[in-house]
């Protein structure tokens, strides 16, 4: 156990030695590249979010960065060590909430946190746990009867039971109800107010923009773009769609000067019937940097 | 671990291994604490070989002959007590098989936690379950009038079940490492039943046509049985070849060899899970 606690640095001045190193990292599984030359930083203190479609590869990278899995080829360092090479001490730093549930079915919530606190060397404690994830009702309750959200909360608690300096988390909320969600946000919150790092993966672009300080986008095994979530794809924010009504059908146009759009428009007539102008929001920026929608062409007005 | 990656907070040499024992018997206290919320399952694990030692000793016992004599009652508990210890495979491979399953496996992985703690604790933990369905097993073969013939040797031959347990013990994690589908334990529940009847636990090899003797003497279930027999001072059967005269040596190698086989196979299968 190191007691050299790494202060989490000013914003801006990247010069601290970073929580998460990756470059060129590279996994295969029978030939096919999961993961294809991805470089990913993520700083002391900061909230990252990866986002990505089903099978881009996000839950083998965070594997590999939490030491359960193997690369193929790249650097990976992790708190300054090599996931693959580290030990106790190492792992005593580092928290997982992984997707599966990692719990027997026969305890209950309160004998399942007071097992999982034999291994660490300072656990919080479990009332503290209870509290924190929203399961104090629920304490009695064995894990095999719990609903699908509750057992996310659990796997929460076990995350952070030995006080990490850097958790993961593989898709936490999958399965919370919007109550719990909320009640998770307030914890990672408080976690980094403590000055624990966050590696997070998530379906839930709103997940996203409320925790994180950068998000990246991972597609085709790399990472396509890092920015923080109000300035994602900024290029393709800048474009706007121009939409209306012809002749019954809707028609729409992408660009970057809806004002001369609507000038072209309103020069043939003097009311544009179902008439919106639209910025893309963090979704459609998403969509359109995994390759999942398809661009309209540029000009089919003119 | 070499020195370059070690750190200071790396706990070494005694120290290492007084954490691995503590991390060991802590992952057996969660197996254990979950029998206890089970204690339905767990009760019928431990009657089940009673009730066959019940149905061969009163339904077809009557019709069973001890070549070169003696009570088929004392001929069959001892080789109730080695099948005991070889349908624990199924119990072993089933734990193993769950633990993966729910991503147990991997919490554990990730924990800071000697990486040998999983598989000793389930070691730990089965080989007490077996303590216990022994001396269940023990009483109720005293209840239908079954007495070893002296304590020593008595402790001795439970000595050596426990050892055929350790080799079935890793034969199951081997397996449960393997099946990655609670499903495949179902295979293995079947294929235990002519693996038992072809030995010497329910009759003498000598009884068997010619070939079949032979591979029931060698079956790695029969030196035990044999041994454990001697020990008990109970019939043996008359007429048996090298491998039953050699009962004791077979009793210990064969059990040697399997966990020394199976603990490198499920070490290694370990280790590929981070693949």
Known sequence: ?302 | MTALHATPAEPRGLERLRWAVADAVAAAGRDVAHWRRQPAAVLVAALFPVLLLLMFTYLLGGGMVVPGGGDYRDFLVPGMLALAMVFGVEATMTAVVTDTARGITDRFRSLPMAPSAVVAGRCLADLAGSVVGLAVLLAAALAVGWRPGGLVPALAAVGLLLLLRLAFLWMGIYLGLLARDPSMVVAVQILVWPFAFLSNAFVAASSMPGWLATIAEWNPVAGTVTAVRELFGAPVGTGGGWATEHALLLAVAWPVLLTGVFAVLSVRRFQGLSR
Not at chain 1, 52 to 65: C, D, Q, S, Y
Not at chain 1, 68 to 76: K, L, Q
């Open chain 1, 1 to 302: 156990m190191t007691t050299t606690q790494v202060a989490p640095a000013p914003p801006g001045t990247g010069t601290d030695r970073p929580a998460v190193a990756v470059r060129g990292l590279v996994k295969r599984y029978g030939g096919r590249a999961v993961l294809d030359g991805l470089d990913l930083d993520v700083r002391r203190g900061e909230c990252f979010a990866l986002l990505g479609p089903n099978g881009a590869g996000k839950t083998t990278a965070i594997e590999i960065l939490e030491g359960v899995r193997r690369r193929d080829a790249g650097e990976v360092l992790v708190l300054g060590e090599d996931p693959s090479l580290a030990g106790r001490g190492w792992r005593d730093r580092v928290g997982v909430v992984s997707q599966g549930e990692g719990a027997g079915q026969a305890l209950s919530v309160r004998e399942t946190l007071d097992h999982f606190a034999r291994y660490h060397a300072r656990a919080r404690s479990t009332e503290d746990l209870l509290a924190a994830v929203g399961l104090q009702e629920s304490a009695g309750s064995r894990v095999g009867r719990l609903s699908g959200g509750q057992r996310r909360r659990l796997a929460v608690a076990l995350g952070v039971q030995g006080r990490p300096e850097l958790l993961f988390l593989d898709e936490p909320t999958t399965g919370m109800d919007p109550v719990a969600r909320r009640q998770f946000w307030e914890l990672i919150r408080g976690l980094r107010a403590d000055g624990t790092t966050v590696l997070l993966t998530t379906h839930y672009l709103d997940e996203a923009a409320e925790l994180a300080d950068r998000v990246g986008v991972v597609a085709g095994g790399r990472l396509v773009e890092v920015a923080p979530p109000e300035e994602l794809g900024a290029a393709l924010r800048r474009e706007t769609t121009v939409s209306w009504l012809e002749g019954g059908a809707r028609r729409s146009v992408r660009t970057q000067a809806p004002a001369a759009v609507l000038r072209d428009l309103l020069a043939v007539q003097a009311e544009i019937p179902g008439l919106s102008v639209t910025r893309p929001g963090l979704e459609d920026v998403y969509l359109r940097l995994v390759g999942a929608t398809p661009t309209t062409s540029e000009g089919a007005l003119r």
